[in-house]
């Protein structure tokens, strides 16, 4: 007996697979991960959750495939648990919890042959020390895997795999476009680039790129992005440590575009108001002009030091005159430009408010389970007030451009509406923004639109006889 674990141990190690978990042990490490991602208190990110890497690459990518799938259709798994559990499973047993998730996750969505989804699953349990669960995960997904040919999602939270309150809201809000807002949050976003043009031109970047064997196209509405046939490592992308490339969102790349359009030979003074961690601070710094200047401020200590990586990943030094970094609360003037100490004015500033996030779900799947409307509407209350502070420290005939990743309309041209009603010097300027929703408070991207996310911009005017 002894031999044959001998031998077994060798052929591992001479095939040099001794870096691979067995199927089990693989299971065991994602759903130990999915329950730090699900557990609401002390929960992680999923980018955190899915590091450290595994050392095998393929098995990386499957772990983190089930745990973004796992978080995609958490709410539907959640209720279709509640119906074939006879008990709750209790929180300080939710690696198993997580187990059962996963494994109707591979069963439903990943398409793993069922006896292994199942067999690996239950084996997982006794990795995980959970013996006590190896008869009940065995039981449920085999239950579950006898269903799967004939069920019907009865209620929308099952069919949408969303919670409720989301499902409510976008319904409130796009009474003509929840479904496919709902259905495009449910698909893998592609990984953009945005093309540093300071530097290069983008069909040379696509050419770069697609020399380094990565296939990728123009965007199709915004100039200055790629997107990719496959998400790659940043290390595979040529030149990205040099500055010539950043990951980004196209639509979270039309901020730049809109607030520097009319910019000519202007030397603007700037603020980027909520900066962090600096994807649209960068963009600003390639588009504008040597004269120009840039604060830069975030609440965030922590998130700061990703805008610094960033700007010196694009080759822009901080502290110095074009580019300056504050850490301070937007809304506290007395701290950062007190009105007694000869008061900074912006000819622009860039207001990306802290918000639900709504539009950028098919990113952060996470979203659904971590947020709720409550913490939306005190959201709302923080971008208020962002929104007015700001606006006394723009200078007569500067533009602020307002922006949100959310699609809910309390965050978004409600926003805007109840601000207007109080500031008579502010003006909205129209924008067209290709395949958007846009009215006179403003645009709205939906998700998946041209592979954006949603997104929602307004740029507002102070009116120069203020
Ligand atoms: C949507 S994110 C900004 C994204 C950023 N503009 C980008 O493109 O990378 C919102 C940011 O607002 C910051 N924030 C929240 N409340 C703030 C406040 N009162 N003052 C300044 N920043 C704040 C958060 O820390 C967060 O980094």
């Not at 969102?249 to 603007?268: F, G």
């Not at 990113?363 to 006394?392: A, C, S, Y």
Request: proline letters at 4%; a neutral charge.
């Amino acid at each position: 007996m002894q031999q044959i674990f001998l031998w077994k141990f060798l052929i591992r190690l001479m095939s040099n697979t001794q870096s691979m978990l067995s199927p089990a042990e693989l299971r065991a490490e994602t759903a130990s991960r999915l329950w730090q991602v699900i557990k609401y208190e002390h929960s992680e990110s999923i980018d955190n959750a899915i590091k450290p890497n595994l050392e095998n690459a393929e098995q990386q990518s499957w772990m983190s495939a089930a745990i973004y799938g796992c978080s995609r259709y958490y709410p539907r798994y959640q209720n279709q648990l509640v119906q074939l559990l006879k008990k709750p499973i209790k929180d300080n047993e939710g690696e198993v919890k997580a187990l059962l998730i996963l494994g109707m996750h591979q069963l439903s969505e990943m398409k793993v042959k069922a006896h292994a989804a199942i067999n690996e699953t239950v084996n997982a349990c006794k990795i995980l020390d959970k013996l006590w669960a190896v008869k009940l995960v065995n039981g449920i997904l085999r239950n579950y895997q006898r269903g799967l040919e004939t069920r019907v999602h009865k209620t929308e939270l099952t069919q949408y795999a969303h919670p409720k309150w989301i499902i409510k809201q976008n319904k409130l809000d796009w009474p003509q476009n929840w479904r496919d807002i709902l259905d495009a949050n449910n698909l893998q976003a592609p990984m953009c680039l945005r093309v540093n043009l300071q530097k290069t031109t983008r069909p040379e970047a696509l050419e770069k790129l697609q020399n380094n064997d990565i296939a990728c196209e123009a965007h199709p509405t915004i100039s200055s992005a790629i997107v990719l046939q496959q998400a790659v490592s940043v290390e595979q992308i040529p030149g990205f440590f040099e500055g010539y490339f950043s990951v980004q969102d196209p639509a979270a790349q039309l901020a730049a575009q809109l607030l520097l359009e009319d910019e000519n030979d202007q030397s603007l003074d700037m603020l980027d108001a909520c900066c962090a961690p600096g994807g649209k601070t960068g963009h600003l710094l390639e588009r504008m002009n040597n004269s120009s200047t840039l604060l830069a401020l975030d609440v965030s200590a922590k998130r700061l030091e990703l805008v610094h990586e960033n700007l010196e990943r694009l080759n822009f030094k901080s502290d110095s005159k074009k580019i300056q970094i504050i850490c301070a609360d937007a809304a506290d003037l007395n701290v950062w430009n007190p009105e007694s100490k000869d008061q900074k004015k912006f000819d622009r500033i860039l207001l990306d408010v802290p918000c639900s996030a709504s539009g950028v779900i098919r990113r952060h799947p996470d979203i659904k389970f971590r947020r709720n409307l409550e913490q939306v509407q005190e959201l709302t209350k923080i971008q208020k007030k962002i929104l007015q502070t700001m606006w006394g420290i723009l200078k007569p005939g500067g533009r602020l451009l307002y922006a949100t990743c959310s699609v809910f309309k309390l965050e978004n041209s409600l926003q805007i509406q109840e601000f207007l009603g109080t500031t008579s010097d502010a003006k909205v300027l129209p924008l067209n923004i290709i395949d958007a929703i846009n009215t006179d408070l403003g645009s709205q991207i939906f998700p998946g639109t041209n592979d954006c996310d949603g997104f929602f911009y307004c740029l507002i005017e102070k009116k120069n006889n203020s």
